[in-house]
Every structure is written in C-alpha cells, then in structure tokens.
C-alpha cells in the first residue's frame, strides 16, 4: 500500500509566503480622521463641523442657515494634527444642508454619509431634533412610499423620471385621490422634495394628526437641458429682456411636458381624481416660475396653486403684455382657482419679484394671497410653506 502525501510541507510553504508578504506590506499609519466625527450637534444646539485635510491652505464652510439668517459659515480653524473645524450656532431645530470649501475647490463632508442630490453639484444634510422641526422629523407614525417612476417624454425624445409619494394606506386602499403636483428649483432634481425638501414625512405627520387630507404628490424633475440661448443669470439682479424672454421659452417647455406626460402618466398609472378641483399645483424659485407659467396658461386645469420665491422682474409691462388673456379673465381665473398664494422670505432675493406679482394680480383683480416670512431662498423656508399649504388643499 502506497502512503498517502502530506500535506504539511505544503501548508508551511504557503504560511511562509503568507507571512514574508505581510512583512514587506507597508503599514498604514493611523490618523486623525480615523476617529473624527463631523458634524456633531452640541448640548447647546451647536453644531461642529471637521474635516481632516493636512495638506490644505484654506477650507471654509458653506451652509443655508446663512442665507436664512441664522449664523455664519466661514474658514475653519486649523489645528496641528491636521483637522479643520469650526463651530457655529446656536441654530433653531431643523434640517440644513452645508458643503466645504478646500483650497477653492467644493468638497463633501467626508464623514456625513447624509446627501443632497442635484444635477451638478452635492451637497451634504444634517438634522437637528427638536420641537420646532417635529412636523419634518421621521416620527413613529404610519409612513407613505416614495416610488421612482419612468416615463417617456415627448417634449424631449428621451426617459424622464419623477418620484411620487402614496399616503399610507393607499395600496389597500380603493378610493381615487387627489394629486399635488410638486416642483423643486434650479440646480436640483426630482429627488429634491424627498430628501432636502422632507415632503413624504411631512405629509405622514400631517396625516397623522387628520390635518390634511390623503393626496398623491408628484415630484417631477424640472431641470429640462439648458437652451444654448439662455444668457447668464445672477441671483439678486434683474435679468436682461432676452434672458426673460429665453426663461419664458423654457418655462413653456417644462409646461408642455407636465401637461402631455406628466399629468397623463400619473392618472394612468395611479388612481386619482382627475379633474381640476382635484388638482393642486406649486413651486419653489425655478419651480415657482414654471408653476406661475402653468397657471396663466391652463389656469382650468388646477384648483390649488402656490408660488414660492418667484414672480416677476421690475418690467411687469412685457409679463401683462405675454399674459393679457389670462389677466383679462379675473372673474373666469377667480371662479377656477379656489386657493392662489404668493409665499417669500424678507431676505430672499426674490421679495421684489414676488411683490410685483401680487401687486400686478391685485391691479387686474385676480384673488390671492402674499405671505412674506422671515429668512432667505432656502429649503428652511419651503418646507414650513409646504407643512402650511398641505392642510389647505382639496378642501
């Protein structure tokens, strides 16, 4: 009988190598940012931002509670180990989105996982609980879905996408419901009202206290490629007369594809009540301008509408001028549309734009309402217009 080979002078080769190449690996050398923790809300409702960057020259802190008027950012402090921190408040409970700034270029927070989706840029989101920010917190209560859709759009030639909040209850459910139609502003996408924006818990909280009535929202994606004749546009001046007329001629191609595919998806694919009493539409800043732009055109298609830091620049001649058919139908508009509100922040560089509607729908005797709050052009500020409009739609 031949004995069988051992297998021991294999398995002490392989340990051998095993171990003279572990021996030749260069170690890593632990470092700060191994440990570091960013942001960290504080006791006093501080909140610290770090980030471990050894090599750099200059990083500063950008974030929306600055343009709401409620702290600074800045340039962070470096310490000797290499970490860069700074530390900022006391902030009001609420959701907030911040980004770095490191030797110019735009930086992530490495170590908050919480992101901000746009078409071009990220940015990162942190919450901080308390009382004032329970009507967007996640809270144990019955929770909705959030479903990502596809459709084809016409407008364009190509697959677009939206997400669509069902209230809790729906897939059980027979009943048709009504649909809010919800649109987010420049720089951002479809996800918007579902991450910054918070609509789905805003909407579960809202239920759950019986304050607003179950709906459908849609979140389209508004962000349509930019048209190579749209001149540049800086926040807080007045745009020129051909900047106008190019974002009219893109407010009316976002129209053209919510009223040809957004609107026929949604009925065909979800069950609601499709007519106008049952249709709410709004808009923050970019998404304000496509929702004012929808209500002049199909003014009979939507019984609810809200327009959020937008409105018209200083030359409110050209807008009468584009619009005369549907300032010329006040008693007709008035009778259609139950709700009409006008919404702005003091510090919002939309004020005046938004003024000049009201003062322009005032002047043909269309009904509405302005709402000017405190803070900036921020997601702050959407959020409670949103919480504050939900109780008032289908009613």
Same mark, same amino acid.
Not at 91 to 101: G, Q, R, V, W
Not at 108 to 132: H, Y
């Given at each position: 009988m031949?004995?069988?080979?051992?297998l021991?002078?294999l398995?002490?080769?392989v340990l051998?190598?095993?171990?003279a190449?572990? =021996?030749?690996? *260069?170690?890593?050398? %632990?470092?700060p940012?191994?440990?570091?923790k +960013?942001?960290? $809300?504080?006791?006093?409702s501080?909140?610290?931002?770090?980030?471990?960057?050894p090599? =750099?020259?200059?990083? @500063?802190?950008?974030?929306d509670?600055?343009?709401?008027?409620?702290?600074?950012?800045?340039?962070?402090?470096?310490?000797?180990?290499?970490?860069?921190?700074?530390?900022?408040?006391?902030?009001?409970?609420?959701?907030?989105?911040? +980004?770095f700034? $490191?030797?110019?270029?735009?930086?992530?927070? *490495?170590?908050n996982?919480?992101?901000k989706q746009?078409?071009?840029?990220?940015?990162? #989101?942190?919450?901080?609980?308390?009382?004032?920010?329970?009507?967007?917190?996640?809270r %144990?209560?019955?929770h909705?879905?959030?479903?990502?859709?596809?459709?084809q759009s016409?407008?364009?030639?190509t697959q677009?996408?939206?997400h669509?909040y @069902?209230?809790?209850?729906?897939?059980?459910?027979?009943? *048709?419901?009504?649909?809010?139609?919800?649109?987010?502003?420049?720089?951002?996408?479809?996800s918007?009202?579902?991450?910054?924006?918070?609509?789905?818990?805003?909407?579960?909280?809202l239920?759950?206290?019986n304050?607003a009535?179950? #709906?459908?929202?849609? #979140? %389209?994606?508004?962000?349509?490629? &930019?048209?190579?004749?749209l001149?540049?546009?800086?926040?807080?001046?007045? *745009?020129?007369?051909e900047?106008? =007329?190019?974002?009219a001629?893109a407010q009316e191609?976002?129209?053209?594809e919510?009223?040809?595919?957004?609107?026929?998806y $949604?009925?065909?694919?979800?069950?609601?009540?499709?007519? &106008?009493?049952?249709?709410?539409i =709004?808009?923050l800043?970019?998404?304000?301008?496509? @929702?004012?732009?929808?209500?002049?055109?199909?003014?009979?298609?939507?019984?609810? $509408?809200?327009?959020?830091?937008?409105?018209i620049?200083?030359?409110?001649?050209?807008f009468?001028?584009r619009?005369?058919a549907?300032?010329?139908?006040?008693?007709?508009i008035?009778?259609?549309?139950?709700?009409?509100s006008?919404?702005?922040?003091?510090?919002?560089?939309?004020?005046?734009?938004?003024?000049?509607?009201?003062d322009?729908?005032?002047?043909?005797?269309?009904?509405?309402?302005?709402?000017?709050?405190?803070?900036?052009?921020?997601?702050?500020?959407?959020r409670?217009?949103?919480?504050?409009?939900?109780? &008032?739609?289908f009613?």
């Amino acid at each position: 009988m031949n004995a069988k080979p051992s297998l021991l002078p294999l398995i002490t080769a392989v340990l051998s190598l095993s171990f003279a190449v572990s =021996a030749q690996a *260069p170690r890593r050398e %632990p470092t700060p940012n191994d440990t570091l923790k +960013s942001p960290e $809300v504080l006791s006093d409702s501080r909140v610290a931002f770090r980030i471990y960057a050894p090599k =750099a020259s200059e990083v @500063t802190i950008g974030g929306d509670w600055i343009a709401q008027g409620l702290g600074t950012g800045g340039k962070l402090t470096k310490e000797d180990n290499g970490v860069w921190s700074i530390i900022v408040g006391p902030l009001p409970p609420d959701f907030y989105s911040y +980004s770095f700034t $490191v030797d110019g270029v735009r930086t992530l927070d *490495p170590k908050n996982p919480m992101i901000k989706q746009g078409i071009s840029s990220l940015d990162n #989101m942190f919450f901080l609980p308390g009382k004032e920010a329970a009507f967007e917190d996640n809270r %144990p209560v019955p929770h909705g879905k959030i479903h990502l859709e596809w459709y084809q759009s016409t407008t364009l030639g190509t697959q677009r996408r939206l997400h669509i909040y @069902t209230p809790p209850g729906y897939d059980s459910g027979r009943e *048709p419901l009504p649909v809010f139609y919800l649109l987010h502003g420049g720089g951002d996408e479809d996800s918007g009202w579902s991450t910054i924006g918070r609509a789905g818990f805003i909407l579960d909280n809202l239920l759950a206290e019986n304050k607003a009535k179950p #709906m459908i929202i849609a #979140m %389209p994606n508004g962000s349509l490629p &930019r048209p190579a004749n749209l001149p540049a546009f800086t926040p807080g001046t007045a *745009p020129s007369p051909e900047a106008v =007329a190019a974002m009219a001629a893109a407010q009316e191609r976002f129209t053209s594809e919510l009223m040809k595919d957004i609107v026929p998806y $949604v009925e065909k694919n979800y069950r609601v009540l499709a007519n &106008r009493e049952n249709r709410a539409i =709004a808009g923050l800043s970019m998404g304000g301008g496509q @929702t004012l732009r929808v209500l002049t055109s199909h003014a009979d298609q939507f019984g609810y $509408v809200a327009i959020w830091s937008a409105g018209i620049g200083q030359n409110a001649a050209d807008f009468e001028k584009r619009n005369e058919a549907f300032l010329k139908a006040a008693e007709k508009i008035n009778q259609q549309v139950k709700l009409l509100s006008i919404s702005v922040g003091d510090k919002d560089f939309a004020l005046n734009g938004s003024k000049n509607l009201a003062d322009l729908l005032k002047k043909n005797g269309i009904q509405h309402e302005l709402q000017i709050s405190g803070g900036g052009h921020t997601w702050i500020n959407w959020r409670r217009y949103l919480n504050e409009l939900a109780p &008032r739609l289908f009613r």
